[in-house]
């Protein structure tokens, strides 16, 4: 099993590399541009190739443990990437999206997961796959949405004009929020059928509706023409809290009688 | 460069006033809490609670429409003051994310404060309060006059503020006990998860028949001086087949056989039994180095021991797999005469009368032999209120992702 995430992983990242690289000498000798984006496409379709045999192989979706969702990550960010060169002509995310998804798979390559096909009665159920599948994209698009905002930042701080950045972190955090928001709602009709009522304040369930909160207060500070510019260090910070409600929720000390711990890897 | 700013209270209010009047809406709410030394606030049961909630909207719905006007009523229904209270709600709820919520010592400090509690205490449900007054007197200059491009904003808040405050207003009216049945036994008493005083329920439960199914049991080495399980090498749990194949540093394990149910027989060799009675056995072929044996292993159960292969100062052991599904068979019944028989079982719960009814869980030490089933019972009544917000933000939500996707047009 091991082999085998690891070929795929190691695969995956040679072909985002050389396809970056080329994707880079491409502004010289622009005949490199496209195999510079196949072989981009490329990793992330190793990705969903090996997320595919690996749910054939655990009888059971792989987005079980925190191990398994990085996987969707790694296949999923650096399409956020194609997509933001292919609607607003912005070419440089991609390098970042890509980037993050090597990063992903280098932190499971670094921890093997366990392999185990046992998905407990809780989260057999019908919601299981909309819910957590709607909070991934929901993430994948916010995290672009930070990394954009990031690069604003940077641009701003060499006092460059940058408008089409800052609708394209606003955009992606907009339809984040919008499967956030699915995903939360998701979420507490699933609980209600597992777990009896569909808000328990449990510390996963708070972390999320922080999150939530975070980027509400982001889409009506625009709304009130708060300087733009300002709300892009908003946008790249919000993601820390999605982050911890992401992966850190399992070390802070309300964690110990949390229901929704299982997802550590 | 001369900057011009506004003095601090100076109309039309924003950010700063609103700062200010959120922060010390928290300090009155911390000092009730105080005050009171943080007891629990006596929330209206039905129809007390839905009569205040009613009064409430309608209050401020005609504040919203008398009075849309004034500065100081648009001020508490606008962005400013809403983003402030959002805050305030971040923090309170960021102080329940991170310390545990759960029972301290009476008495202490932050036990007075309510911090052990944040979400039933009385700084978050002042705050919540104003929010609400906050959320409803911007909706009410949006319903009114009504306009369809409006819909989106009516639909998230509308719905938001449904969900909210029934939710919390209906919070008093939530009951839910858990009932403990053994098979063959009827019961229509239940507990609450913090106290022990039973509570008669209006119906009876009677368990016929409480079943669990387990994935396949797993190989693992035992180590007994360190107590822990070591992985094998591939670092996969080895569920037990015929054929399965494990190997540690220098031991091969092959599962040459496998009884999924068997009971042990007089010379060593188990023979095939009832799912009932039985429990899996494995015939392994061990190899280290040179030398190969072969040997039965088996999960045991409450009655019957466990056998396992010593290999120097390890064990080879075969662990039962973990619980699969577990059900109840039952019959529900009331003393009118209604009666419900039904399987129960996690994710599948079945609605009585106004109840509706869980598979909670079982005698753990027991695992699959248990006799007794958890059964947790619940009644809401203000859940169809609740999901009719969900439903509302869920509609708002498809409209701004298409507005959004179509604005996006405009931008590029
Ligand atoms: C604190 C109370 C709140 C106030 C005072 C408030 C007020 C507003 C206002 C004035 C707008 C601008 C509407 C327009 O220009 O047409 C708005 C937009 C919006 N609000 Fe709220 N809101 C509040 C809470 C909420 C909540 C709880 C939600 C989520 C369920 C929400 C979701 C939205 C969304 C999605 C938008 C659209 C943002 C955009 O178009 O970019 N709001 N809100």
């Given amino acids: 099993m091991n082999i085998d995430f690891n070929t795929a992983a190691t695969l995956a990242i040679a072909c985002w590399a050389t396809g970056s690289l080329l994707g880079l000498f491409a502004r010289r000798a622009p005949a490199l541009k496209l195999p510079g984006m196949v072989l981009s496409l490329a990793g992330s379709m190793v990705m969903a190739g090996f997320i595919a045999f690996y749910w054939a192989l655990l009888d059971r979706p792989p987005l079980r443990t925190l191990g398994e969702t990085r996987l969707w990550y790694a296949a999923l960010i650096p399409l956020v990437g194609f997509l933001v ?3 607003w002509k912005i070419g440089w995310l991609k390098y970042y999206c890509m980037a993050l998804a090597g990063f992903f798979l280098g932190i499971n390559m670094l921890h093997p997961e366990v392999f185990d096909k046992t998905l407990m009665p809780a989260l057999q159920s019908p919601w299981f796959i909309p819910h957590v599948v709607v909070y991934l994209v929901g993430y994948v698009l916010l995290a672009a949405s930070s990394i954009t905002a990031l690069h604003n930042v940077y641009l701003q701080l060499r006092s460059k004009k940058n408008e ?7 955009y992606l955090a907009l339809l984040g929020f919008v499967l956030l928001s699915f995903g939360l709602i998701f979420g507490a009709l699933w609980a209600k059928e597992a777990w009896g009522h569909y808000w328990t304040w449990d510390p996963k369930e708070t972390w999320a509706f922080l999150s939530w909160l975070a980027y509400l207060g982001y889409l009506h500070a625009y709304r009130y023409k708060i300087d733009r510019s300002k709300l892009q260090w908003y946008l790249a910070l919000s993601f820390i809290v999605l982050l911890v409600c ?3 929720v399992n070390y802070l000390p309300s964690a110990q009688n949390s229901v929704h711990t299982y997802t550590q890897s | 460069m001369v900057v011009v700013r506004r003095r601090w209270f100076e109309t039309p209010w924003e950010f700063r006033e609103s700062a200010l009047f959120t922060a010390v809406a928290l300090c009155i709410g911390f000092v009730i809490e105080y005050a009171t030394s943080g007891s629990d606030i006596a929330l209206l049961r039905l129809p007390g609670n839905a009569i205040a909630l009613s009064l409430f909207a309608v209050l401020v719905l005609s504040i919203g429409l008398g009075f849309r006007n004034t500065p100081a009523v648009k001020w508490f229904g606008g962005i400013p003051l809403g983003l402030s209270l959002i805050v305030a709600i971040a923090v309170l709820s960021l102080i329940g994310g991170i310390l545990p919520q759960e029972a301290v010592i009476s008495g202490s400090l932050p036990a007075r404060l309510g911090i052990h509690k944040i979400f039933s205490s009385w700084p978050f449900a002042l705050i919540i309060l104003l929010f609400l007054a906050n959320l409803g007197l911007s909706l009410s200059w949006k319903l009114i006059p009504f306009k369809v491009q409006n819909l989106q904003f009516i639909l998230f808040h509308a719905g938001f503020w449904i969900a909210l405050s029934c939710g919390i207003f209906g919070s008093s009216d939530l009951q839910r006990f858990v009932v403990p049945v053994e098979e063959g036994k009827a019961n229509n008493v239940g507990y609450t998860m913090d106290s022990e005083t039973p509570q008669q329920l209006p119906f009876s439960v009677f368990l016929h028949d409480f079943s669990l199914e387990e994935y396949s049991p797993q190989l693992f080495l035992y180590d007994p001086h360190s107590d822990k399980l070591l992985m094998d090498k591939s670092q996969a749990t080895i569920d ?6 494990a190997s540690w540093k220098g031991v091969e394990v092959l599962v040459i056989e496998y009884m999924p149910s068997a009971l042990p027989g007089k010379d060593g060799i188990p023979y095939l039994a009832d799912h009932s009675k039985g429990i899996p056995f494995a015939k392994v072929r061990i190899s280290t180095g040179s030398t190969q044996r072969e040997a039965w292993i088996s999960t045991g159960s409450p009655t019957l021991r466990p056998d396992a292969a010593q ?7 075969m662990v039962p797999g973990a619980p699969k ?12 005469g209604h009666a419900v028989i039904a399987n129960l079982e996690v994710n599948k719960p079945v609605n009585f009368m106004d109840w509706k009814l869980y598979q909670m869980g079982y005698d753990e030490k027991a695992g699959r032999w248990s006799k007794l089933s958890l059964i947790e019972v619940i009644r809401d009544p203000w859940l169809p209120a609740v999901y009719l917000g969900f439903f509302m933000i869920m509609a708002g939500n498809i409209l701004f992702f298409w507005n959004g996707i179509k604005r996006q047009e405009v931008a590029s």
Avoid: M, P
């Fill in chain 1, 246 to 248: 992401w992966f850190g």
């Fill in chain 1, 164 to 170: 089409t950045g800052e609708s394209v972190s606003h």
């Fill in chain 2, 240 to 245: 037990v087949r015929k054929g399965t194949t």
């Fill in chain 1, 85 to 87: 060169e292919y609607r």
């Fill in chain 2, 325 to 336: 599904s577990f059900r109840s068979a039952v019959t529900v019944q009331d003393n009118q």
């Fill in chain 2, 311 to 317: 290999l120097g100062n390890l064990y080879l052991i």
